[in-house]
């Protein structure tokens, strides 16, 4: 997502927050734990001028202090970076708007930053617009794992199996991440949680002195907006849900992860049909005669790199076929990245000349970004402690089925061996509450499958109705052009009327 696609997460939801963690800054310097603050005081936000040259001139950003435990909110305080720009139409706004951003890990600042303007034109000034970035993202308080840079690469922060669909490597290194964590990350690192984050979108709330907040929750985002939605229903407004997945509770970033496998599948022919399209004759980027022979093409690719890695020109990142298929990931987001793709495919053809690898590949990720990233999915939930055996035979049979995610959604993480139990217990969804939510859901999305985001439609029951919009790609409002989607959101903001029923758009 930049288009929000490229903002993906550790597991499932969004190298978005990957490739955005190599960039992020935000409103100063990094902070450390501020003074205590009694619980009676409603926290103050000194706003100051942070625009960006691609973003609105408006945007200011200021510090929130939270409490880094809220089950003693008069102690150690931390702060997160908040976000605003104000309506430019004083006479027509009606509210505030909250943009949610996706990862774990993706910053709303800098969403706000890409996605402001768009959203201003589309509001028409009805609403102060706001985001804020979770707890250990951007300039508030972070907290480090230490990690080894060769850890802190997407391809082994994300689990893929070595070649052969062999895990050894993901265990030992599994192991290591969880002991790094417990070792350097402390209570800040505990406290990143989805429920800590929903409390601090409350503060947030009582700072803007607002009684309630509408929001537009993207990917990981919407299941922050769900459980606000759910502790908090009075206190909500006009509330979005843009690429949801299962909020089932016993599996939460576990079942996230395993669903990028049908994503992945669901999704892959779009990206086919356009690789084998003449059209890509002249342009260079024609990968096959039949859209049906691309996926047996980008396989045998990936297996000749597993055996015989490729020497790119980042010096010392050579890519793998892991690689390859990371990239294959990204570039599903968006139909934007396809040509991107389907040129390092041309690249790895070609002997004469190393591919260049994806930003996103080529470097590792900043080790506050790795923690928060990690943090979040392994403290929100507790994991199996399952056997290396189990998981191998979960791999090997996911490899079997879903060739094109090779094991990866299904294999071990370092929250099998995480050593802090969950601190809260996770949010049931259910359909107690304002009938005031719309969600909005690509069909063939390749992280959070319709398929996953028809079981937050039903937790929801008769507080949701559901925009299906015919197309593929994570992320729809303001993000894949289909004007039929985007007048359902801007029409349900801006007058508050929603379809009667669940509804397809055309793509």
């Known amino acids: 997502m930049t288009t929000y696609a490229q903002k993906t997460l550790l597991l499932a939801l969004t190298a978005a927050s990957v490739a955005a963690g190599l960039t992020v800054t935000g409103a100063g310097a990094p902070a450390a734990a501020a003074t205590a603050r009694p619980k009676s005081v409603t926290p103050q936000l000194d706003w100051h001028p942070c625009a960006?040259?691609?973003?609105?001139?408006?945007q200011e950003c200021a510090e929130l202090p939270v409490p880094l435990d809220y089950g003693d909110p008069a102690g150690r305080q931390i702060t997160v970076a908040v976000s605003r720009i104000r309506s430019e139409r004083p006479e027509a706004r009606r509210g505030t708007l909250v943009v949610i951003p996706g990862g774990p890990g993706g910053s709303g600042v800098q969403r706000l930053a890409q996605k402001g303007a768009a959203l201003q034109k589309e509001t028409a000034g009805a609403y102060d617009l706001v985001a804020f970035d979770p707890r250990g993202v951007g300039a508030g308080t972070t907290a480090s794992c230490d990690l080894a840079p060769e850890d802190r690469y997407l391809t082994n922060l994300r689990s893929w199996p070595g070649p052969d669909g062999e895990i050894t490597g993901n265990v030992a290194r599994s192991r290591r991440i969880a002991e790094a964590c417990a070792r350097g990350g402390g209570a800040v690192l505990r406290s990143?949680?989805?429920?800590?984050?929903?409390?601090?979108?409350?503060?947030?709330?009582?700072?803007?002195?607002?009684?309630?907040l509408s929001a537009w929750g993207v990917s990981y985002g919407t299941y922050v907006a769900a459980q606000y939605a759910q502790k908090f229903p009075e206190r909500t407004d006009r509330w979005v849900l843009d690429s949801s997945g299962d909020p089932d509770p016993k599996r939460v970033a576990r079942g996230w992860l395993a669903n990028m496998s049908q994503g992945a599948d669901d999704r892959f022919p779009d990206f086919a049909a356009w690789a084998a399209q003449p059209d890509r004759e002249q342009e260079g980027l024609r990968l096959a005669a039949r859209p049906e022979e691309v996926e047996p093409l980008v396989l045998e690719l990936a297996a000749e790199l597993d055996r015989a890695p490729r020497e790119s020109t980042t010096p010392g990142v050579p890519l793998t076929g892991n690689g390859l298929r990371q990239a294959l990931q990204n570039s599903l987001y968006s139909d934007s990245a396809f040509a991107s793709f389907a040129r390092l495919v041309k690249?790895?053809?070609?002997?004469?000349?190393?591919?260049?690898?994806?930003?996103?590949?080529?470097?590792?990720?900043?080790?506050?970004?790795?923690?928060?990233?990690?943090?979040?999915?392994?403290?929100d939930v507790e994991w199996p402690r399952a056997s290396v055996a189990s998981y191998q035979r979960a791999v090997d049979a996911d490899r079997a089925r879903r060739p094109l995610t090779a094991g990866m959604p299904v294999n071990v993480l370092p929250c099998s061996y995480w050593q802090n139990a969950p601190a809260h217990k996770p949010v049931r969804i259910t359909d107690d509450g304002p009938s005031n939510i719309l969600m909005i859901q690509n069909r063939r999305d390749p992280a959070t499958p319709h398929s996953a985001a028809l079981e937050m439609r039903e937790a929801l029951g008769d507080r949701a109705v559901l925009v299906t919009v015919e197309r593929g790609g994570h992320g729809v409002y303001l993000g894949n052009g289909n004007a039929c989607g985007d007048r359902a959101v801007t029409g349900f903001l801006t007058t508050g009327r929603r379809p009667t029923g669940d509804v397809d758009c055309a793509g």
């Open 192 to 212: 990143f949680t989805t429920a800590n984050q929903v409390r601090d979108l409350d503060r947030f709330r009582e700072a803007l002195g607002e009684r309630k």
């Open 347 to 379: 690249a790895v053809q070609d002997p004469a000349h190393p591919p260049v690898l994806p930003p996103e590949l080529a470097q590792p990720l900043r080790d506050e970004d790795a923690a928060v990233m990690v943090g979040v999915i392994c403290n």
């Open 52 to 58: 960006r040259p691609d973003g609105p001139a408006a």
